[in-house]
């Protein structure tokens, strides 16, 4: 059984190539697969290994990043969900390309336990903040899936389509935060009042909320070997 750990943190990395290359050499010679993209902006991952290689690798990050293990979401595999390690410098760990935005300075959370109150709200505009092959296997109820390719492509979406004035509360949410945590940084800082994002993400919500009390509908793409994930796989 494999225990997959996905985790972001946004915070300034001094040196991005050092903590890359550091990492890479303490697990090289491990069972731990998957990909962690490391940038001067944050660190962004989903790593899976035994539980005791994934215990090592969140104390490693802890030490050397800030991440808390409270902000990781975990699930299972019983096959390998990735085919190799990869840990990689970019430019950003999770691309906005033709949009500048401070990332350190988001929208408000929202827990999951709280996530279904805030969209009974008749005047929350909630999106989906994930490309259009990811939303049309699954998604929250009454959200809207705006046309994206990328995740660049949202910055022109807001441009085009969206009105500080008239969008006053806007929610949103992506696989595990990090997508809407950017982009509500974004729109903050382009005039919009209210903007909220579900805290964790999709999967947070999904190892969270009862299936009972559930507003997801369908399954939730995830970039591994396992493809999608639904309530299914969060029995506890």
């Known amino acids: 059984m494999y225990t997959v750990a996905a985790y972001y943190r946004f915070f300034a990395v ?5 903590l890359r290359d550091e990492l890479r050499a303490a697990f090289l010679d491990t069972d731990l697969l998957g990909t962690t993209l490391i940038a001067p902006e944050g660190i962004n991952g ?12 969140l104390d490693f990050l802890k030490e050397r990043t800030g991440l808390e293990r409270a902000e ?3 699930s299972t595999s019983e096959t390998p969900p990735f085919r190799r390690l990869k840990i990689k410098r970019k430019r950003e760990i999770i691309t906005f390309n033709t949009a500048a935005v401070d990332p350190t300075r988001p929208g408000q959370y929202v827990a999951p336990a709280e996530w279904n109150q805030l969209l009974a709200d008749p005047e929350v505009l909630l999106l ?21 390719n990328t995740f660049s492509d949202f910055a022109e979406y807001v441009r085009t389509n969206l009105d500080a004035t008239k969008h006053r509360k806007v929610a949103m949410f992506c696989t595990g935060g990090i997508r809407c945590e950017k982009a509500s940084a974004y729109m903050l800082q382009h005039g919009f009042p209210e903007v909220y994002h579900l805290k964790g ?36």
């Open 46 to 57: 989903t790593m899976a290994g035994s539980a005791a290689t994934i215990d090592r690798l």
């Open 14 to 18: 001094a040196d991005p190539l050092a």
């Open 128 to 148: 989906d903040t994930r490309n259009t092959y990811e939303s049309e296997i699954g998604t929250f109820e009454g959200a809207v899936a705006p046309p994206l």
């Open 201 to 236: 993400g999709i999967l947070r919500y999904l190892e969270e909320v009862p299936v009972e009390e559930s507003q997801w509908k369908g399954e939730c793409y995830v970039f591994d070997e396992r493809v999608a994930v639904g309530h299914k796989d969060y029995k506890g």
């Open 72 to 74: 990781v979401k975990f």
